[in-house]
Nanobody
Framework: QVQLVESGGGLVQPGGSLRLSCAAS????????MGWYRQAPGKERELVAT???????NFADSVKGRFTISRNNAKNPVYLQMNTLKLEDTAVYSC?????????WGQGTQVTVSS
């Protein structure tokens, strides 16, 4: 079992920055993928960014150049640094992990971009 706990959401003005953290605990081993998805009101959940245990991060086109994702190892948090935030970035952001072909989700954290 893997447990994911997010933090760092909140209210920010357009052009501002936020950093989300995802603390993972449990059995994370071998090859795995961790990352972030988001869901805006009335829209489907969409990938924001993922980072594999081996390989390069992957980003949605809508956040490339503005968001970065980082992780030191399986025992350290996964961070999503969000810069130059836009109104359309408003959503519930959920941490995600795929370990041994099983998907795990955090409870989600609200990010609201508003003037």
């Amino acid at each position: 079992q893997v447990q994911l706990v997010e933090s760092g959401g909140g209210l920010v003005q357009p052009g501002g920055s936020l950093r989300l953290s995802c603390a993972a605990s449990g059995s994370i081993f071998g090859r795995y993928v961790m990352g972030w998805y988001r869901q805006a009101p009335g829209k489907e959940r969409e990938l924001v960014a993922t980072i594999p245990s081996a390989g390069s991060p992957n980003f949605a086109d809508s956040v490339k150049g503005r968001f970065t994702i980082s992780r030191n190892n399986a025992k350290n948090p996964v961070y999503l640094q969000m810069n130059t935030l836009k109104l359309e970035d408003t959503a519930v952001y959920s941490c995600y992990a795929n370990v041994a072909l099983r998907a795990y989700w955090g409870q989600g954290t609200q990010v609201t971009v508003s003037s």
